[in-house]
């Protein structure tokens, strides 16, 4: 029921989007036409995302003109643990304009960055342009208000590397930020309804969220945060995760699906056996989504977790 309705409501945005891409397009062609086919190729920019959110907010703001490629896209595995092959350096070298988190969160970047040397190339990186920051925490894109400062320092980018469609990044700029009132709604709903609701996380990505949404996160910092960097937690920490689950201190288990260990599986087995609700959530943007439904859909996820906690 509510899918069918999510739908219908996305329906009229999908139309003007596709209006939009479509005037992008006759605009393209008729440039390309007058100066011939390949002035028209050689203006696509090359684009290399460390991760494929970046890499999707960049196609959504670049259309035509650009072509991304995406190193992180497997939402199955630890983006923490990742190491860069032969393919990824040629991939890297041949890109004009790279987009990486940074603050510690893919330091393989630059370290393929700085075998290849490129005066040419622009270097955005996300937490760096990111206003809202968590101590510890590089996790940056989970705030929406975050992803519309660096859309903003994207398309800035766009237009200094094709300054002739200045005014088609600009509107897809513009398009982009509205596309982001249902997720800024959806945060102001769950909080009106849900402010101060004790949850449990079991990695430090989701707090970059729970802030925005009120809610109250028990799991200690220092637990979540070993999740992230890989790292036994302090055996304090287990006990007192655990026993907030026993207790039923919280509502719902918010529950990092990239970052799973076993002590976040004792943590996940444990809720169930209490009847808690388990939320996953991914730090790389599943497969056939775009920025916008994967938080949109993990954020419905959670409300309906919540709903059932009343
Ligand atoms: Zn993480």
């Not at 390949?38 to 670049?62: C, D, H, P, R």
């Not at 003109?65 to 630890?78: Q, W």
């Not at 992230?228 to 990092?256: E, F, R």
């Not at 002590?263 to 444990?270: A, R």
Request: net charge neutral; hydrophobic share 35%; with cysteine.
């Amino acid at each position: 029921m509510s899918i069918h309705w999510r739908a219908v409501i996305r329906l009229p945005f999908a139309l003007t989007v596709l209006f939009l891409l479509s005037a992008c397009d006759s605009t393209g062609s008729a440039t390309g036409s007058s100066s011939g086919s390949s002035t028209q190729s050689s203006s696509i920019i090359n684009v290399v995302a460390a991760e494929n959110f970046y890499g999707n907010i960049v196609s959504q703001l670049g259309g035509k003109h650009v072509k991304v490629t995406s190193i992180l896209s497997d939402p199955n595995v630890d983006p923490h643990e990742y190491e860069s092959n032969v393919q990824t350096a040629k991939t890297v070298a041949s890109a004009q304009f790279v987009i990486e988190n940074s603050g510690g969160y893919d330091d393989w970047m630059d370290k393929l960055l700085s075998a290849s040397p490129n005066s040419n190339r622009i270097l955005l990186k996300g937490f760096d342009t990111a206003t809202f920051r968590l101590p510890g925490n590089e996790h940056v894109w989970y705030n929406v208000d975050n992803v519309a400062t660096i859309a903003q320092a994207i398309t800035n980018d766009l237009k200094k590397l094709d300054s002739a469609n200045a005014s088609i990044f600009d509107n897809n700029l513009q398009m982009f930020k509205q596309s982001l009132q249902p997720l800024q709604q959806k945060i102001s709903e769950i909080k009106s309804k849900y402010s101060g609701t004790p949850v449990g996380l079991t990695e430090t990505i989701y707090l970059y969220q729970a802030q925005p949404l009120g809610l109250n996160v028990l799991t200690p910092f220092e637990f979540q945060k070993a999740m992230a960097q890989g790292n036994d937690p302090p055996a304090d920490t287990v006990v007192t995760a655990d026993n907030q689950i026993k207790q039923h201190q919280i509502k719902v288990l918010i529950y990092n699906k990239q970052t799973v260990t076993p002590s976040t599986t004792k943590l996940e087995n444990d809720a169930r056996a209490q009847n808690i609700p388990v939320v996953p959530v991914t730090e790389t943007m599943p497969p056939g989504k775009t920025y916008q439904s994967w938080m949109l859909d993990q954020m419905n996820t959670l409300e309906q977790a919540l709903q059932r906690t009343k």
